[in-house]
């Protein structure tokens, strides 16, 4: 016997009442996930296709890649802050903050696994909604 409810939510967005049935809560459970969903399942889908992102995503991470059918991360040119050297970061340089190479983020940060550039899996986690 389950041990979960169906509960009466509301959308974040449109403000329209949604179920979270007790199966979907034994799901959100089996995976780990803590938060309920902020979002109707219409609002899910809206917001995941503007982003355009595939059921079929690998989560992606910094320096490209991506799911199938997803697109490519962006990249920005920088100069490194420490040692000059010309890199690329996946966000847009403002100027008022140093940008460093992955090699001295790596260093800055006191781990040998490489910076933003290198970081493998879904860089921090999975996105709860």
Avoid: H, I, W
Wanted: net charge positive; proline share 5%.
């Amino acid at each position: 016997m389950s041990t979960y409810q169906d509960k009466t939510l509301t959308c974040r967005d449109c403000g329209r009442e949604f179920a979270f049935t007790a199966s979907e809560q034994e799901f959100y459970a089996q995976r780990g996930y803590t938060n309920e969903p902020g979002r109707c399942p219409e609002c899910r889908a809206a917001r995941k296709a503007q982003r355009g992102e595939s059921s079929y995503s690998s989560g992606g991470g910094y320096g490209g890649g991506g799911g199938y059918g997803a697109p490519r991360r962006e990249m920005y040119p920088a100069v490194c802050a420490q040692c000059g050297k010309e890199t690329q970061v996946p966000f847009q340089p403002r100027g008022d903050r140093p940008v460093y190479c992955s090699d001295c983020y790596a260093q800055m940060r006191g781990s040998s696994g490489g910076g933003y550039e290198r970081r493998g899996g879904g860089g921090g986690g999975r996105r709860r909604y």
